[in-house]
């Protein structure tokens, strides 16, 4: 069975620090893994889509890197503002989407402090 | 067993029709989704039902409206279809709200010519 652990559970940063939140996960057999975002009351904005067969995805300030060997991925942040703050969420996929399973991480809730 | 049932699997229509897609799941699960796959893939998340009333709407056209007839199903109805609709589209159920497994249906991929 697939699980999705994300560390920290919380993190409190000064407006422009770089940070790292850690996701892993027990079965290396992914397809994919994404990073969400969710805001208070709100649903789930897609940050980054990793492939199994990729290393990592940049959008923006924002990288995430998959190590599918060791189970891990992060989320990479640069130079966070206030509007960052919200909870970030890891999902894992098993199989292709028809195989119908993803496995979501608990999330890290980040707060930016102007 | 098929857990997360979709109907139909493909929908070729023409701008400005109206259709539906269906869903069902029989895990006995509170919570369902409607999510939209972009080209690049990535899974939007669109509506989201627990025992049957809306707990989240995004910022999605109001062209689309789901219902949810009972707690094993969750339809979408969309309304004078545009191009920029064509995009696979994926049910998904969970146990609860909150819980961190869901469980996707097979996906309909929509194509408005």
């Known amino acids: 069975k697939q699980e999705v652990t994300q560390i920290p559970a919380a993190l409190s940063v000064p407006e422009g620090e770089n940070l790292v939140l850690n996701c892993s996960f027990t079965?290396?057999?992914?397809?994919?893994l994404q990073w969400f975002r969710q805001d208070p009351g709100k649903g789930l904005t897609s940050l980054l889509l990793?492939?199994?067969?990729?290393r990592e995805q940049t959008s923006g300030r924002l990288n995430a890197s998959l190590d599918k060997s060791s189970g891990r991925s992060t989320l990479y942040i640069a130079a966070s503002q206030p509007g960052d703050s919200a909870t970030y969420l890891c999902a894992v996929r098993r199989g292709a989407l028809s195989a119908g399973k993803s496995t979501f991480g608990d999330g890290t809730t980040l707060t930016v402090k102007p | 067993d098929t857990a997360v049932s979709q109907t139909p699997k493909y929908l070729v229509t023409q701008m400005g029709n109206d259709k539906s897609i269906k869903c069902e799941q029989n895990?006995?699960?509170?919570?369902m989704y409607w999510y939209k796959q972009d080209s690049k893939k990535f899974l939007k998340i669109m509506f989201s039902?627990?025992?049957?009333?809306?707990?989240i709407n995004e910022t999605v056209p109001n062209r689309f409206s789901p219902k949810s007839p009972d707690k094993a199903h969750l339809n979408l109805h969309i309304n004078s279809l545009e191009l920029g609709d064509s995009a696979v589209y994926f049910c998904?159920?969970?146990?609860?709200?909150?819980?961190?497994?869901?469980?996707f249906g097979p996906g309909t991929r929509l194509t408005v010519t």
């Open positions: 998904a159920s969970s146990p609860r709200m909150g819980a961190n497994e869901q469980y």
């Open positions: 079965d290396s057999a992914i397809y994919n």
């Open positions: 895990l006995g699960h509170d919570t």
């Open positions: 039902y627990n025992n049957k009333e809306l707990i």
């Open positions: 990793i492939q199994s067969s990729q």
